[in-house]
């Protein structure tokens, strides 16, 4: 059992004590131990139980828990626990915005016992009357269960990428004579997938005999040789897309291949990722859609993290791994001062980092490594340093992380001031979304897109596959406004640098063009950007 799983379990223990009005004592050395083991190193289930008892903030009783945890997968008393606490009313407890006091209020008192239920109960306005909730608090109850219902059964495209292709490739072993393809969202390389979608000129196929690694809903269509290429086209293009074309090119028919379709209208042929939009039918027709950008236009890496900061690898090795990628240069940007919980910069270790950059650029050179910070957007929207600080960064990405609950006037007036501050090079995750499980902060975008242009600030396409935040909707928007877009990995570790796909993927789908994505520039034009701006 992982030390996460361990701080879960005693996290549950405690939390369900308070549901049923246990020892407040108890319940607080439980929520302690179990942040104390999430933050530990060693790992708990290789220490001998005298070990672990020694361990700060455990004890005897807890580590004899955490024992048991170890040996059974569960303790005798969460097991007791089960037994009088309803399934639903646990769930309940992973409902944003309610912790167990809530969650036990709203069962005692008015007897709801799950999700469903409590959302029932928010419609009828029952929780209004309720001391200590009252009309905000349900209408934000009611807008997280609804978010939780409307993402089930959806995935993010980077969490079934593996699978599809263990899917994929099986079928094709199995049936090598004939023709297997994704189709729809998942070929378009979409944010979210509902499920797997393959054309296949297989007639027979069940899906039985697919083995799963995850379970996925898997839908399989039939298609003929002859007409493989026109139902790929068809079933990979949005409707709009797909309208547009059939409009201008008459319908599409009778081809074996996609790369037949493009070359009898006389087009470039235009990626599924990219067919979204009658806009790339527009570019491919004017002969620019080879100017959309693509990773291997990728030039250097922007917003890494290290081990100053939460990151897992040094400087050194962050860069040598973007170098060993044939990029030029790479911007580090560790956490800003008031990012404690991430062991943010104080200006002391910010001159320190950079002494250490100086180092290591003699070195690496020509290959470059860029002075920067992540800085906290602070809840007035000023950033995170004195001027006397941030006029040391070759460059500075303004992002929020704290106080993320905001109304759009609020939102959008902190941004705005962080923007028009002038060491502000970049705006990071526009609006701290996390896909799937957070919304979020609602924005005026198109007057944070106006400030950027008008303070030359560029706008981060975070490629952190539940980010992906700007959306690519609005890259259209960017573009009309003369504002570049840096597509940024947000990596924490040598593995989080090859996010950047998903980054590209996106940025594609909003049409951004290699000249327009500020990462795809060469070494001197970065140099001579920040020299501007700083
Ligand atoms: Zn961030
Ligand atoms: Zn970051």
């Known amino acids: 059992m992982t030390n996460s799983e361990i701080a879960d379990n005693l996290k549950l223990t405690a939390n369900l004590l308070e549901l049923l009005d246990d020892n407040p004592f108890k319940i607080k050395s439980l929520l302690n131990a179990s942040f104390k083991v999430d933050k530990l190193e060693a790992d708990l289930d290789t220490l001998s139980h005298q070990e672990i008892e020694k361990v700060e903030g455990i004890g005897k009783s807890i580590a004899a828990k955490i024992n048991e945890l170890i040996q059974t997968g569960t303790t005798a008393e969460l097991q ?7 399934i639903g009313v646990i769930q309940m407890m992973d409902v944003k915005g309610i912790g167990p006091k809530k969650v036990a209020m709203l069962w005692k008192n008015l007897g709801i016992e799950s999700p469903g239920e409590l959302l029932y109960a928010c419609n009828e306005n029952r929780l209004v009357e309720l001391k200590g909730f009252g009309e905000k608090t349900q209408t934000a109850i009611k807008k997280n269960i609804e978010f939780s219902l409307s993402n089930q059964g959806k995935y993010l495209y980077a969490e079934i990428e593996e699978e599809a292709e263990n899917i994929l490739s099986q079928l094709q072993k199995k049936y090598p004579q004939e023709q297997f393809s994704y189709i729809g969202a998942f070929r378009r390389k ?3 997938i509902e499920g797997l979608e ?3 000129t297989k007639t027979d196929l069940d899906v039985n005999e697919v083995e799963f690694n995850v379970p996925i809903v898997l839908e399989i269509k039939v298609s003929t040789p002859q007409g493989f290429g026109s139902d790929l086209f068809k079933l990979s293009s949005s409707v709009e897309f797909l309208n547009a074309f059939e409009a201008k090119h008459g319908a599409v028919e ?6 037949e379709i493009f070359a009898n209208n006389k087009l470039s042929y235009i990626m599924p990722s990219l067919r979204e939009h009658a806009t790339a039918l527009n570019m491919a027709e004017k002969g620019n859609i080879n100017a959309i950008v693509e990773l291997k236009d990728i030039s250097g890496i922007f917003h890494v993290h290290t081990k100053f900061s939460d990151g897992a690898s040094t400087i050194k090795d962050m860069a040598a791994a973007v170098q060993a990628k044939g990029m030029h240069y790479i911007g580090i940007t560790d956490h800003s001062r008031s990012a404690f919980y991430a062991n943010g910069l104080t200006a002391e270790r910010v001159l320190q980092q950079h002494k250490e950059i ?3 650029n003699k070195s690496f050179a020509p290959f470059k490594i860029f002075k920067g910070i992540e800085s906290d957007i602070l809840n007035d929207g000023s950033l995170d340093y004195e001027e006397d600080i941030l006029k040391q960064f070759d460059f500075v990405i303004a992002s929020v992380h704290s106080v993320l609950k905001m109304d759009i006037e609020k939102a959008t007036n902190r941004l705005i001031k962080a923007i028009e501050n002038p060491y502000t090079t970049m705006l990071g995750h526009m609006t701290g979304r996390l896909l799937l499980s957070r919304e979020g902060y609602p924005l005026h975008t198109q007057k944070i897109i106006e400030a950027c242009a008008a303070n030359n600030v560029i706008i ?8 992906l935040d700007i959306d690519w909707r609005l ?6 406004k003369g504002v570049q877009i840096s597509i940024n990995p947000d990596a924490h570790s040598i593995a989080g640098l090859n996010d950047v796909k998903y980054g590209i993927y996106a940025a594609q789908k909003g049409l951004l063009t290699k000249e327009m994505c500020f990462n795809a520039k060469a070494l001197d034009n970065i140099e001579a950007h920040f020299k501007k701006t700083l």
Do not use: H, Q
Request: aromatic share 6%.
């Open 190 to 192: 979409n944010e979210i």
């Open 460 to 467: 981060e396409l975070n490629a952190n596959p539940y980010r």
């Open 254 to 259: 009778n081809n074996v291949s996609e790369e």
């Open 80 to 86: 007791e626990l089960f037994t009088k606490v309803p």
């Open 358 to 360: 100086d180092e290591l």
């Open 475 to 480: 890259i259209i928007a960017c573009l009309e």
């Open 198 to 200: 393959i054309l296949t």
